[in-house]
């Protein structure tokens, strides 16, 4: 029998508040760094620009100098190679502003006859002219801790000439396929009750989506002590991920194989599909048991395995990508349990899936989201509005 | 000047129609498919399950002896290795129903005593049975030319023995930095007038985090010639991106060149920050000329590079992620022009950041994303809601 039965979000607390982020980190150059998390505050080291720069093609002058120049009236200046009483200096978008300008005009607002420019526009100082620092401030925390960094972050990095940062290094995550009825895709044809193992492919490449690194052990039978051997031997990793064997049948020999080398925390949770979801603690790092119906272990997966590598990972920014729609039949809810309801969507309509059958992995797949029916919620009606979350 | 600046959306459908997406495929490992697009139907080559199995850990049973089974009235079965006349078979979740059986008495439901099994309940036929093919039929399309793939796909893939799938080749993108004042990285110290290459650095990172692959060219200085060549030696690329060089100046090269090899089909496009934006055609090959301005180079990218790299590489999915939120303060728009207007994410407010600057590529790092303001409409209010499309 399950240990009682725990409710979902309570469980996830329970679990997640029993391990700690990794410490680690690793210097990467810059241009490796999308996705990573930023470990330490990145101070700007210089002005971005460190000159005052011109923002238009044009010519830089004295604005004093263009003082009652109009369309009709315009303000000759000699065109020079600095700024003289009465001169102007040809400049380009982003060239440095000679000493002495304190403005641009811009080519539009300029005739250039050989070597005199008729200025149309009169100027205050500082038009057109980018200062220095503008953009960013010597220093200044351009990036803070626990950011994830997107390109545009890099290229602010580059700016600054920065050639590599340090970032969290990224969880590395053991998962653990388990089943007598499993067999491996080398083998070419199945005998009756065998299966191709699924479950722990489709963890390894979710764990590798979501951030982390993921290593894909081969199939280990429904035998205690090699279960035990495969997490012995993968202490090395920061999370642990088993697949199958989790319920409470004769070969079912998972949670009782957590408890023997750390600490069972969670037996049972109400998570539908995924009750028969085990969690615990095997020196200092997560462990996520999957059921081994695909579908139950799924749920596990996106419920607990995903906050826990994120956590590891210092991840903080919401992951989830939602969208609303208008259901177009019922979806029941299970009492007492988080009832996840896999859904197609068409347009703006959430159609909903067959429900039953945690065994049936390729409703996952037909699926382009699923709709959480919390604990205390009868189900959902048909024409109801309702959040998807869509499936990765 | 400009060529008549062009409505974003049409300069975007112009654009679009000007090329066709690829159509060469590569068969790849499933386990590398994350997020790569099927190139053909997938057909299932056999049922899964192949055979009929237990959907319980207990026993099968044929369903007509368990009847008039209660509570209080067992039906008690001899335990053996094969179906006879009042014989039952001991089945683990997901093996073999045995010949004969057409039930599964639940382990709970039934009491073991030596070789006899006592039932408590009366099964109707197919009870806790799964029956061959009830996942996947065999010759069933399971997944459809141009599906992006997901982790759980995979598993679908894995769970019919599939080892490899075609996938449409991923569009090699080159990506041509320009600019007479751009400096490398590797350069330790700038000069006055020196700027850090970014763009170019950034449309490679955006180009891989969209699903292509880039190759990213060192800078080009401000020489027709030197413009030409670089393109004209890339030209085994899918698209080509261009930064810089694309206004009105003396310096201005590159739409002349676009023109000069192939087709220039825009120059100036309405969206804000962004209008020296150059669509064009070169050997059937889209072209973007990305603005050197920082932050106009990045919405040139947004807003035509990524819609032409999904059309090259068959990824119909809409990608964007948005949230909603409410104004925090005015925000103008401009008229005539798309207007991307920066914003910060606090919960649930959008924090407006100085729209003013297209030099200021710290803003685009500082925002959390952009509200779009349509061509025909002043701004948005503080208070309004308005939707947030995430920068990645």
Redesign the interface.
Same mark, same amino acid.
């Given at each position: 029998m399950f240990r009682q039965r725990m409710n979902a979000d309570e469980a996830k607390e329970l679990f997640l508040n029993a391990f700690a982020p990794l410490s680690d980190t690793e210097k990467l150059p810059? +241009?490796d760094c999308?996705?990573r998390i930023i470990a330490e505050n990145i101070t700007a080291g %210089?002005d971005?620009?460190?000159?005052r &720069?011109a *923002?238009m093609?044009g010519f830089a002058v004295r604005a004093g100098d263009t003082l009652g120049a109009g369309a009709n009236s315009p303000v000759i200046l000699k065109l020079a190679q600095s700024i003289e009483n009465g001169t102007c200096v040809r400049v380009?978008? =982003? @060239?440095?502003i000679p000493e002495g300008a304190d403005a641009v005009v811009m #080519?539009e607002d300029a005739d250039l006859r050989d070597d005199k420019v008729e200025i149309f526009s009169q100027l205050h100082p500082g038009k057109n002219v980018?200062e220095t620092g503008?953009? $960013?401030r010597k220093g200044e925390v351009? #990036?803070k801790e626990g950011h994830r960094l &997107?390109?545009?972050?890099? *290229?602010?990095l *580059?700016? #600054? /000439? $920065?050639?590599d940062i340090p970032v969290f290094r990224k969880p590395l995550v053991v998962v653990i396929p388990t089943?007598?009825?499993l067999v491996s895709?080398d !083998?070419?044809v199945?005998g009756?009750?065998e299966?191709?193992?699924? !479950?722990g492919? %489709?963890a *390894?490449?979710?764990i590798?989506?979501w951030g982390g690194a993921s290593r894909l052990l081969d199939i280990v039978k429904d035998d205690p002590e090699k279960i035990k051997d495969a997490i012995f031997s993968n202490l090395d990793a920061d999370m642990i991920i088993t697949s199958g064997g989790t319920?409470v /049948?004769?070969?079912d020999y998972v949670p009782g194989v957590i408890g023997s080398l750390g600490d069972l925390l969670i037996h049972g949770v109400g998570i539908s599909p995924g009750k028969p979801t085990a969690l615990g603690i095997i020196n200092g790092k997560p462990v996520v048991c999957m059921p /081994?119906?695909?579908v139950a272990g $799924?749920m596990a997966l996106f419920f607990f395995a995903k906050a826990a590598l994120r956590k590891l990972g210092h991840i903080q920014d919401e992951e989830d990508?939602k969208v609303r729609a208008v259901l177009s039949g019922k979806i029941p809810g299970r009492t007492g349990y988080k009832t996840f309801a896999r859904v197609k969507l068409e347009k703006c309509e959430a159609i909903p899936l067959a429900t039953s /059958?945690a =065994?049936?992995?390729?409703s996952? @797949?037909k699926a382009d989201g699923f709709v959480i029916i919390p604990e205390n919620v009868e189900g959902y009606d048909k024409g109801e509005e309702v959040e998807v979350v869509l $499936? +990765?």
């Open positions: 810059i +241009e999308d996705c %210089m971005v620009p460190h000159y &720069r *923002a093609d380009h978008t =982003g @060239s440095p #080519l980018g503008e953009d $960013i351009i #990036l &997107r390109p545009c972050d890099i *290229a602010v *580059a700016a #600054l /000439g $920065i050639r089943g007598e009825e895709r !083998n070419p199945l009756e009750g299966v191709y193992e699924t !479950n492919l %489709m *390894a490449l979710y590798r989506k319920s /049948g004769k070969r /081994g119906y695909p $799924i990508r /059958g =065994g049936i992995l390729s996952v @797949s $499936i +990765e």
